[in-house]
């Protein structure tokens, strides 16, 4: 394995660290469905994971991947945008992961937008338990992914450093938009 791990592996390694037995955690962006299982897996059974999405084929597709592990009693499948966080998960949450851009292998004119990330971001921030995390996968190879980015970074560079802890994950010399991660740490 190498020792520099691509920035997907890395946001569940954080996760991994973070997430107990037990707690209620979010994906934001249930896109094909393996994040929720992820973090399915990582709750257990006294758990719970909120599974959010605005296409009702992500929403199928992630209760597929569930069903056929049997993890679908673990979570709520919610089809509303990620802004809408606070209206359904009324407790405080260990982790809340996003990937943003399109549904891979969906159609690609149904992206996250800057607007609605950023309402999602900040209630995702009130949510957090002390301790928790916000992982962003960030996207910048279709239209708006750099606009995201750039909201992104204006919102965390203005967290109080008391508050909270942010870090920037990116591989540098990849072609092609690779994808880079933030991470936000609600400090104790």
């Known amino acids: 394995m190498p020792a520099i791990i691509k920035p997907l592996y890395m946001a569940r390694k954080f996760v991994s660290s973070c997430v107990r037995i037990g707690e209620t955690v ?5 896109g094909n469905g393996h994040d929720t299982l992820f973090l399915a897996q990582l709750v257990g059974d006294q758990g719970k994971v ?9 929403i199928e597709k992630t209760r597929q991947l569930l069903e056929r592990e049997n993890l679908i009693g673990r979570v709520a499948l919610v089809l509303d945008s990620h802004e809408r966080m ?3 998960v009324h ?9 943003l851009g399109y549904l891979p292998g969906g159609d690609h004119q149904i992206i996250t937008r800057p607007e609605s990330t950023i309402i ?11 301790g928790g995390i916000i992982t ?4 910048t190879g279709h239209e708006g992914g750099k606009e995201e980015k ?7 560079a203005a967290l109080n450093q008391k508050q909270f802890t942010v870090l ?7 072609v092609n938009h690779p994808p880079s991660l933030l991470v936000i740490e609600k400090n104790h």
């Open 136 to 139: 962003l996968m960030i996207y």
């Open 91 to 99: 407790e405080p949450v260990s982790v809340i992961m996003f990937n």
């Open 168 to 174: 920037y994950y990116n591989i540098i010399n990849q």
């Open 150 to 156: 750039a909201a992104l970074f204006s919102l965390c």
């Open 86 to 88: 606070p209206e359904y």
């Open 50 to 58: 909120f599974s959010f999405d605005v296409q009702k084929e992500a």
């Open 26 to 30: 979010i994906d934001a962006t249930a």
């Open 120 to 130: 999602a971001v900040k209630a995702g921030l009130l949510l957090l338990r002390p």
